[in-house]
């Protein structure tokens, strides 16, 4: 059998926001997880943003780089070790969108320092992205889950 895969959408109660995702993607995410338990893990997400900048589609998300710190209840990555990547990408018209991590085998509501973490990112002039997605993948291959928040003004926006 084929198997259909297709666009994950998530969308703000209010419908002012919303994000695509393939589940091509997401897919590529569990792999990632899966590869790195018990530690988490994660990257960036890239994409591009309709003109209202209200709606995401993520095309691809980039795993951790080289310089990432992979411990069982945090994941650091580095500021500019995406650099290279999203310029080459920025020339296909593939912008950073956000964050993705992985809680392993815990719920993948955003911590109180993720939320920080992505109010700065949101305010970071060198990344231009003032309203950053964030991607957090929970449980583990018999059972995943997910949660998807966007950031605008210094608040989460929870989308379902
Ligand atoms: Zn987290």
């Not at 990555?77 to 085998?105: C, F, I, M, T, V």
């Amino acid at each position: 059998m084929t198997a259909f895969k297709k666009n994950l959408e998530y969308m703000s109660s209010d419908g002012s926001f919303a994000v695509s995702l393939p589940a091509t993607v997401l897919e590529k995410m569990h792999q990632e997880c899966i590869k790195t338990l018990p530690n988490e893990t994660g990257g960036i997400l890239v994409g591009s943003y309709s003109e209202d900048m209200k709606f995401a589609t993520i095309s691809n998300m980039l795993g951790k780089s080289k310089n990432s710190i992979l411990r069982r209840s945090s994941f650091t990555r580095k500021g500019h070790d995406y650099l290279q990547a999203l310029n080459q990408l920025w020339s296909k018209n593939q912008y950073y969108l956000g964050e993705w991590h992985y809680h392993p085998l815990s719920s993948p509501s955003p911590s109180s320092r993720d939320s920080e973490t992505m109010i700065k990112l949101s305010l970071d002039k060198g990344l231009n992205c003032p309203e950053p997605v964030l991607i957090i993948i929970g449980g583990g291959k018999n059972a995943w889950s997910i949660s998807v928040s966007v950031f605008s003004n210094g608040k989460r926006i929870v989308l379902s």
